[in-house]
């Protein structure tokens, strides 16, 4: 499967080139112009998933962190703001938009819960990166997040890639089961 966590470096690039700005992007999705960082929202009680806009159903034991769980189609229109779900709280200091982490993800689309990206094809090991390096759903999504943790991510397209993204990288709203494994 293809990777779409862009390194730093490759994501500035492809910022740049597409906007045309010589100024540094924040964590911008390559096929959007770069866009302002809102904090997080997490609900603050478990959304009954499965209802419309709320987290999609997880498929087998989403609290087994030894194997991977993905997210099932949504339900409706997808939330037009960032929602995130802890399944299993992690514990220890939590991620900053500073910090570079290791983890462990299944991405799937909010439209039929297809599988488009996902660490777990090429094994259990984690990846790494900085935080400023991603798409800004991904960043926002696991910033305050702790170690040992299981989260998903629910990102409307402007936090992702956009509608109208390069080819080869989804469009629409998308949602991420991570593992946080390591901050550093």
Not at 139 to 151: L, S, T, V
């Amino acid at each position: 499967m293809r990777t779409y966590l862009l390194p730093a470096a490759v994501l500035a690039a492809a910022v740049l080139a597409g906007c045309g700005s010589a100024e540094a992007p924040s964590a911008a999705p390559p096929s959007a112009s770069p866009t302002s960082a809102a904090a997080p929202t997490s609900s603050a009680a478990p959304v009954a998933q499965g209802e419309p806009g709320a987290v999609p159903p997880l498929s087998g034991d989403p609290t087994d962190l030894t194997a991977p769980t993905q997210a099932g189609p949504g339900n409706g229109e997808a939330p037009a703001t960032l929602l995130t779900q802890d399944v299993v709280t992690g514990t220890g200091t939590p991620a900053t938009p500073a910090d570079t982490v290791a983890v462990r993800y299944t991405g799937t689309l909010w439209s039929d819960g297809s599988v488009f990206d996902s660490s777990w094809s090429g094994g259990d090991a984690p990846v790494e990166f900085p935080l400023d390096g991603v798409v800004p759903g991904f960043a926002q999504g696991i910033e305050g997040m702790a170690p040992g943790g299981r989260r998903v991510i629910v990102m409307p397209p402007e936090l992702a890639y956009g509608v109208d993204p390069p080819p080869g990288y989804p469009a629409g709203a998308l949602v991420f089961v991570v593992d946080l494994v390591t901050i550093t």
